[in-house]
Structures are given as structure tokens and as C-alpha cells.
């Protein structure tokens, strides 16, 4: 379904989606690892980013595709959004025993 320009939200790189549940690439990139974080979000000072998104010659133009990367941000009402910093292991294990 392609979302209306209006009810876009663009993604602020609070990294709750990717801590949450790591995607199919980052289970099959770390198999046997799918309850912990993804090892290949990676804050940057400023946002958290997906390595395997800005790899250069792997299959990050792939993976961007199949994520629908740039396309908005599908958990919106998530509590982290409004506040973009690096997480503590903390809150991140908090996110995880939801
Ligand atoms: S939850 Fe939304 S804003 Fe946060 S990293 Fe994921 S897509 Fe981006
Ligand atoms: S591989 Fe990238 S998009 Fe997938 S969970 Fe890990 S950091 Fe997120």
C-alpha cells in the first residue's frame, strides 16, 4: 500500500523499529543471535544507522529496497522518536522483554 505524502513520517534514526526486531538481513547476516540487538545498527553521534544499508560494495542499494528505506518511518507513535540519542543497554533490554 503506498501511503499518502501527508501521513509520511520521515525516519529520525531513533532506532526503536531496528532494536525492536532486527530485519531479515541482520538475522541471516548474525544467525543465532535474534534476541539481542542487530550488530549492524550503529549510532553515529547524531542518529543510529544500518551499516548494511551504507556498505559500499555489498548489498546495501538491495536491502535499502527491500526495507522501503526512505520511504517513512512505520512506527511513528513510537515513544523514542521524540527524543534521538544513543540508548542504554538498559532500554534497549527493556524494548526486548516487551
Ligand atoms: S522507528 Fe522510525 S524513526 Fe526510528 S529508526 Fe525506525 S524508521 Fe527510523
Ligand atoms: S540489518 Fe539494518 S535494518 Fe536490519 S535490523 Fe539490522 S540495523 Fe536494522
Known amino acids: 500500500m503506498i501511503r499518502e505524502e501527508s501521513t509520511r513520517h520521515d525516519c529520525v534514526g531513533c532506532g526503536y523499529c531496528c532494536i525492536r526486531h532486527a530485519c531479515t538481513y541482520g538475522l541471516y547476516r548474525h544467525p543465532g543471535k535474534p534476541d539481542r540487538r542487530c550488530p549492524e ?13 551504507v556498505e559500499p560494495g555489498g548489498m546495501s ?3 535499502r529496497d527491500q526495507l522501503q528505506a526512505g520511504l517513512g518511518c512505520r512506527s511513528y507513535c513510537n515513544p523514542w522518536r521524540a527524543e534521538v540519542r544513543e540508548r542504554t543497554a538498559e532500554e534497549e533490554k527493556a524494548l526486548f522483554d516487551r
Not at 42 to 49: D, L
Open 41 to 53: 545498527l550503529q549510532w553515529n553521534g547524531t542518529r543510529y544507522i544500518c551499516r548494511l544499508m
Open 61 to 63: 542499494y538491495f536491502i
